[in-house]
């Protein structure tokens, strides 16, 4: 199955696409909201670490929702930690004051909310219809052995 959206890696071809959206600690808009832009930034740099591709994302009054790409040698879980510990630091390192005002460098709630996008059923369906075609195909431009290498005939 070739799709503009898959990537790859060395024998993977993947799509995986997750929606995920998460708020700052006690929902702090007096302060989330005049960091907006600085918090976007620090995100799209942790995610180009990694290798997560953000299709698109958006910083809302009280959270942030992202829709991104990860590689599936990445668990999602695992990813999130880095995202939400690592720039939770670059926010208390770039804005100082905050540590004196809300302390323990906890910037984000502890929770998030992911749900997974992809194909849609009738494009799978469809895949594994047309695999075997594929195989079959593929066969034919194949070298076969006429003679069983085991029997001689």
Known sequence: ???????????????????????????????????????????????????????????????????????PKLALSSFMGYLKGKSSLMIFDEHVNLKYNYGSRHFWSEGYYVSTVGLNKQTVANYIRNQELDDQLADKKSIKEYKDPFTGK
């Open 1 to 71: 199955m070739k799709n503009d959206d898959t990537s790859s890696l060395s024998h993977t071809r993947w799509n995986c696409q997750y929606h995920i959206v998460f708020t700052p600690k006690y929902r702090r808009k007096a302060i989330y909201a005049k960091l907006r832009s600085d918090i976007g930034k620090y995100i799209r740099r942790l995610c180009e670490y990694k290798g997560v591709e953000i299709v698109e994302a958006h910083a809302m009054s009280d959270h942030i929702h992202m829709l991104v790409k990860i590689p």
